[in-house]
């Protein structure tokens, strides 16, 4: 159960998405639900649940995302919400881990073309302000939307480069992702870090998508989320394999007068 603090936050965040998204009308949307089960990529233990709640307009356009992940035993210990009002590829976001009572929230400047990487660990808190370029930015979630967007040119150009925002790091670091076949109506896909140094320390990210609904249906490689052992955190990301199922699409209509929050 969320504690009251964090219920408020939560309920805060999404009246302010909401807010900004509505503009005084009627919006006809779709609701998301799916669900990703992160297993070890040797020995298949389930590692930890993350259970996706998205609000879409029935233009495709995406508008917000709320998810919970959940230990094993089946106890949420960590948070994220998105919000692509302003941005498809970089939307605001707030991640709050409560295993360290650390919060990082990533808001997006459209005038400025800066992002601001606020993290927060008890009374400490350090921002950090990122000049934008002209390169694609990506933050989070967004990446999917750019492989969405991209899917052509994906597949005749066999890659498409973009910049990423690594959270832990608050710096933006050139990728690209690769198209590496279609087997069985599956698009393959690597995730590299454009650096030669970083490239040759990190291990590919590897991505499976749905050649008709163009959604991710296999992740594996560095997730987002810390590796505890014994609960203690070790300062180094879950190696994963996650494997995604969705549900249908459910009619979601949005009133100018309503705020949605997440059910706790």
């Not at 509505?22 to 990703?36: H, P, T, W």
């Not at 014994?230 to 180094?236: A, F, H, K, M, Y």
Request: hydrophobic content about 40%; some cysteine; proline content about 3%.
């Amino acid at each position: 159960m969320l504690s009251l603090k964090q219920s408020s936050v939560l309920r805060l965040f999404f009246s302010a998405l909401i807010a900004l998204v509505l503009c005084s009308q009627v919006i006809a949307s779709q609701l998301l639900n799916f669900e990703g089960k992160a297993t070890d990529i040797e020995s298949g233990v389930l590692l930890y649940t993350e259970k996706h709640r998205v609000i879409i307009k029935d233009t495709g356009d995406y508008l917000s995302s709320y998810v919970e992940y959940l230990d094993p035993e089946g106890q949420v210990f960590a948070l994220k919400t998105l919000d692509y009002s302003k941005s498809h590829l970089a939307p605001d976001m707030m991640f709050y881990d409560k295993r360290t009572d650390e919060r990082v929230t990533v808001f997006l400047n459209t005038e400025t073309a800066y992002l601001s990487v606020l993290s927060e660990a008890g009374a400490e808190r350090k921002e950090t302000m990122i000049k934008l370029d002209k390169s694609t930015v990506v933050v989070d979630a967004g990446f999917d939307r750019l492989i969405e967007a991209s899917w052509s040119k994906l597949i005749e150009n066999k890659k498409v480069d973009f910049t990423f925002l690594a959270l832990t790091r608050a710096q933006l670091i050139n990728f690209e992702a690769i198209y590496t076949g279609l087997s069985k109506g599956v698009i393959e896909l690597e995730f590299h870090p454009r650096n030669f140094f970083i490239n040759i320390l990190v291990d590919p990210i590897s991505l499976s998508y749905d050649e008709k609904t163009k959604r991710l249906i296999h992740f594996q490689g560095l997730t987002n989320i810390e590796r505890f052992e014994n609960g203690t955190r070790t300062e180094e990301n879950h190696l994963a394999r996650i494997d995604y199922l969705y549900q249908p699409l459910q009619a979601f209509t949005i009133l100018p007068s309503e705020s949605v929050s997440p059910n706790e």
